[in-house]
């Protein structure tokens, strides 16, 4: 099925700096795109998309989807130390989610 | 408080033993999945199931089985059949309207060890 690839596979920062997550994937009835980050633990929802050019906000986190060029972005600004995580993007198939293979943030203080 | 409840949290298996992960779900979702993730490693679907006594093989079905008696159960089973079944096995569910904008809710996971 369709595949997600998101980019790139890991990040090392510093704390204050402003990261931006990339997020492709190819296009058979496309309904939604999922953002969730992932700790030491289950992944926790972030953010979902479905229409392309509206971002979506909350706090120092921002995402936004281009339909047309198929990818998603995931802007974190002002980044901490906990936002030390894996952020995976998926979007739903036929009967199934598709994940990405996520990207590993690492914040350092 | 809705959720999805996943047990055992740790579990520690000796080579050749079958295991069952519960998973049950209070949010009244149609459809339920199992994902298994290796360290440093994205999210595999073992398994779905999109209504009761129905489901589906994902892309890593080998070595495990499941059952979908009741809508809000799903519990899978790892065999002795599973060649490195150490890894994190995460449930989740979705209501599955047909729309595809449904978020995916996960439990809080299982760690299982093979020694």
């Known amino acids: 099925e369709d595949k997600v690839v998101q980019s790139p596979l890991s990040l090392v920062v510093h704390e204050g700096d402003t990261v931006t997550l990339n997020c492709s994937y190819e296009?058979?009835?496309?309904?939604?795109l999922l953002w969730y980050k992932q700790e030491k633990k289950a992944p926790t929802f972030l953010f979902m998309l479905?229409?392309?050019?509206i971002e979506k906000k909350s706090g120092r986190l921002s995402s936004i989807l281009d339909k047309k060029e198929l990818f998603s972005i995931l802007n974190i600004t002002a980044t901490q130390t906990g936002d030390s995580a894996v952020y995976l993007c998926?979007?739903?198939?036929?009967?199934?989610?598709?994940f990405g293979t996520g990207t590993r943030l690492k914040v350092l203080a | 408080d809705g959720g999805i409840t996943q047990s055992p949290k740790y579990l520690f298996r000796k080579e050749g033993q079958n295991v069952t992960l519960s998973c049950e779900q209070n949010?009244?979702?149609?459809?339920m999945y199992w994902y298994r993730q290796d360290p440093g490693q994205g999210l595999r679907l073992i398994y779905y199931?999109?209504?009761?006594?129905?489901?589906q093989k994902g892309d890593i079905a080998e070595g495990y089985s499941v059952s979908r008696e009741k809508k809000e159960s799903f519990p899978l089973t790892v065999t002795s059949a599973q060649k490195n079944p150490t890894a994190f096995y995460l449930c989740?569910?979705?209501?599955?309207?047909?729309?595809?904008?449904?978020?995916?809710?996960f439990g809080a996971g299982s760690r299982l060890t093979v020694l």
């Open positions: 989740a569910s979705t209501p599955w309207d047909g729309t595809g904008a449904n978020v995916l809710t």
């Open positions: 296009v058979t009835n496309f309904r939604s």
């Open positions: 479905t229409s392309s050019g």
């Open positions: 998926a979007r739903p198939g036929t009967y199934k989610y598709i």
């Open positions: 949010l009244n979702h149609d459809a």
């Open positions: 199931s999109q209504i009761v006594n129905d489901f």
